[in-house]
């Protein structure tokens, strides 16, 4: 006895000959339509543009490939399950048929068994030898082959997928063959119902998940538009204005609070621009209209010698009027450098003694103790100003001596460099203050006529554009303005 199979006959399509002309000219012009403005232009009105609505799409386009993906296997698996199930049916009701057959002659009507629909048995000649009762007296089948197929048997009068089970036998009177079909109308049934309510299911699912979604981003994102509704009010003279901040620790409260000290810096930087302006402005009126009356009176007064007098005084406010708009200029150049400025490696120690060589004999005696080796990296003529301008605020109020220390802090690593005097020191409530631009001092360190108020304030601004710092530090007498920048390497040479 052989083993049961399954066989079908191919089912031939109607194709023609392919013309690669015809399909590479058809994809060339898709391509250039899909490529024209217009068709890009569209697109770009389609598509999304809210993050709500992108999140919505691509939260219920994942959970729908999922439940799709998970649906097909379901669907796959009972398909399997249940096809099984009839062919084993089928198979087994067709070795009872042929183990009778063996044996001896089969009746010419054969029961059904469960699951089955019809059974036929026909010689080698292909005459029917044994069938069903819905079969009986009928010619042998032919097309039923087809395990999958749909086909019409007239007799049964339904036409229904069937399972079709062969299986060839030797008996008495030669070989036979058995053929059972088994119904797959169940199965199909099963199969489509399953497949209805996983759809259904499936629509409801992404359905409430993307109402899920509109939802929640809505409401996630509601604190961001208030954010933004806030920030487009703000004008440049309404920055005392803040935006909400959520009572929540997520990334949107985070983004307010950002939002919030940014303002406060904003609204620092233009008073401190106002007060500026205000301040240049001041400081340019005076000395233009003390400018203004010595020449008037130089002019028209009859002494030459007056008139001597008032053009040298003219002289002096014309170097201190060139000093101011040189230190605001400068103060300009610092602001929009920003943290930018040019990387040249240079000797600390060397370019300190260059800079007290080339002031000469003062008012008062400079000392100086320099470790050797200290290197920086900044703009030469920067840092020149920044001593300059430290030496030129300590000369201005010592009393007989300042003095100039360079080293390196162990604990740090950077580079110290402290600019002493031993006149009147600065109170620790103003220590501050004396970095401010323009800035008046009531007690014996205030401003006075050789000084533009702006010596201190570029020299913090230098000290900060090269990574660094300058505060006033606490001394048992006098001043001492202390810098502190970072080094390219250690020092490797004892203190001259």
């Given amino acids: 006895m052989a083993d049961p199979g399954e066989s079908g006959p191919a089912r031939p399509g109607k194709s023609g000959p392919a013309r690669p002309g015809v399909l590479a ?145 030797d008996t008495p009177n030669g070989p036979v063959t058995v053929r059972v ?60 204005r803040r935006v909400p901040e959520p009572g929540s620790e997520d990334e949107i409260a985070r983004l307010a609070r950002t939002m919030n000290a940014m303002l406060d810096r904003l609204e620092a930087a233009g008073v401190r621009q106002r007060r500026f302006i205000a301040d240049a402005s001041h400081e340019l009126r005076s000395p233009l209209a003390v400018l203004r009356t010595q020449l008037e009176v130089a002019h028209t007064h009859p002494d030459p010698a007056v008139r001597a007098d008032m053009v040298a005084g003219a002289l002096q406010d014309t170097d201190r009027l060139q000093s101011l708009a040189a230190d605001l200029l400068l103060l300009a150049r610092l602001d929009s450098t920003g943290h930018n400025g040019p990387a040249e490696e240079l000797d600390l120690a060397e370019l300190v003694r260059t800079c007290l060589d080339g002031r000469g004999p003062g008012r008062t005696e400079v000392l100086a103790e320099l470790a050797d080796g200290v290197a920086v990296t900044g703009n030469p003529m920067w840092l020149r100003r920044l001593l300059t301008n430290l030496l030129d605020n300590a000369e201005r109020h010592a009393r007989h001596r300042v003095t100039v220390r360079l080293a390196l802090d162990p604990a740090t690593g950077r580079a110290v460099l402290d600019v002493a005097d031993d006149g009147p020191g600065v109170p620790p409530a103003e220590r501050e203050k004396v970095f401010e631009r323009f800035t008046r001092l009531d007690d014996a360190r205030s401003r006075d006529d050789g000084g533009t108020g702006l010596g201190l304030s570029i020299a913090r601004d230098i000290a900060a554009l090269h990574g660094g710092t300058l505060t006033v530090e606490d001394t048992p007498a006098g001043c001492t303005f202390r810098t502190r920048l970072p080094v390219r390497r250690h020092p490797d040479a004892p203190r001259s």
């Fill in 181 to 240: 079909g088994a119904s797959l109308h169940t199965a199909d049934t099963a199969e489509d119902l399953t497949t209805a309510a996983l759809g259904g299911l499936s629509a409801v699912l992404v359905a409430t998940v993307g109402m899920v979604t509109w939802r929640a981003t809505g409401r996630a994102l509601r604190p961001v538009e208030a954010i933004r509704a806030e920030v487009a009010g703000i004008g440049d003279r309404d920055l005392a």
């Fill in 25 to 169: 000219a058809l994809r060339r012009r898709a391509g250039r339509l899909l490529r024209s403005p217009r068709v890009t232009a569209a697109t770009e009105r389609l598509a999304p543009r809210s993050v709500r609505t992108r999140t919505t799409i691509a939260a219920c386009a994942a959970v729908a490939v999922v439940l799709l993906a998970a649906s097909a296997a379901v669907v796959l698996l009972m398909r399997v399950n249940l096809h099984r199930t009839v062919e084993t049916a089928a198979r087994e009701q067709a070795r009872t048929v042929a183990g009778t057959a063996a044996q001896g002659p089969l009746p010419h009507v054969l029961p059904l068994g469960p699951g089955t629909d019809f059974i036929q048995v026909t010689d080698a000649s292909g005459a029917v030898v044994a069938a069903s009762q819905n079969l009986a007296g009928h010619p042998a089948l032919t097309g039923t082959e087809d395990g999958r197929g749909s086909f019409d048997l007239g007799m049964l009068g339904d036409e229904h997928h069937q399972r079709v089970t062969t299986l060839t036998t």
